[in-house]
């Protein structure tokens, strides 16, 4: 049994963290003052950057904000950027949670808005982190995963070895999310034959070939040099590994970012923007779709990494699982799992994806992670415009 | 070494592979090529130009030109059905 905080909606988070949110890069500055003294406290930065309005963007930002593991928010804005700030703070008054926005311009500058925001988070802080804890089961987790930094050895050791803890969560009647389109091209017929019906199993082939024509215009597969220099030839040859955290189970349901998965299962997470191509890279790095994983709910992520990821997020802990077996013994401060020891012969494959799981649990129960203990609390949001989910994506 | 499934036409190297050495797989000798750093791939079997590579049973590219049994499997000689592999121009993996 875990420990967990119960918010208004029901839903619980394994964290409690008040995040700090600039609405345009106008505001970071001051927003990142503000959290600066506390970040060691429960207090991360989060942000957009844009100026020009955009509905993607403002319902990340609703859903990270009134996130299971969030317990407060301190809104940071200019004053003259796009961004529907009231709308965001109404949604987060609306759940509960205690919220402010400053307005640089309306409070005198940088340096009153950075007093004004350090002392409502002085205010604040203290009452939240005396928010109880309460009981909670692994049917109440959702848990999202990612590979980044990927190698040859990502597909023969972590990715699997996630894939049998994926396996173990639904079993035990968790949510869990895998992604991204643009690296499961190639597995649009293996990901349909495990649809939980054939509709649902020609949307999945649908998000694959979006993604697919999506890179072609942009004339880049989701394939970086290190991915090649560590043995990958191809993205369908990526791909392969990729699918592997994916596990065994059915494939319940496809979510779009921000849509909370409706019951427990394995849904895929389609990252890839719908309509002509319009800003760019469906996820410019890593992180961008790790948000989109914690805006689905997710209150624990899963990395799988060979050449050697550093990151951790804001918002939710990152447990890095890592693949290769020499870039373990470089980076071992970095690494969670040492999945490496399947290549081996020192540990299998069921060993380690049990070792995953109850991993998993532990860090539910608060234990920080490699890369929250080193202060990791990467964020990033950019452009992105969806439609809908099609009617046969979410179980009924 | 490792073939993931009996009909693959390339295998991977669990550990450094050197020039000249040669390994078995599934009872057959195999001189390697080159060296094959772990996790790389090398040809199981003689690979024509066009042939489909096989890993996992799955499709992860076309050679672009034949491939003798033991030769290093990469961007050199292998290219994906899908989207172009982007590599640094001053980074070729041949010359690993």
Redo the contacts between chains.
Sequence with gaps: MLQGYLRADGRKGVRNVLVVAYLVECAHHVAREIATPYREGGVHLIGFPGCYPNPYSLGMMEKLCTHPNVGGALLVSLGCEGFDKRRLARTIEASGRPVLTIGIQDTGGTRRAIAAGRDWIGETLPEMLRHPTVPMGIDELTVGTICGGS???S??TANPAMGVAFDLLVAEGAKTIFEETGEL??MEH?MAARAANPALGEELKRSVAKA?TY??TLG??S???GN????L?????KS?GAYAKSGQSTIDGIVKPGVVPPRKGLYLLDVVPDGEVRFGFPNINDNAEIAELIACGSQVILFST?RGSVVGSAIAPVIKVCA?P?TYKRMEDDMDVDAGRI?EGRATLPEVGREIYDLVQRVGNGEPTKSEALGHQEFILTYKSFEPLGPACLPV | MMRLSPRDNVAVALRPLKSGETVTLDGATIKIGRHIAVGHKFAARAIDKGEIILKYNCPIGTAISRIAPGEYVHTHNVESNYLPTYQLPDNPNEAK
């Design positions: 190698d040859a050895t597909g023969l091209i190639g293996l697919a890179y072609a880049y597969a394939f970086a040099p090649a220099d560590g043995g030839t191809t993205i369908e040859e392969l060979g290769n020499d290549l």
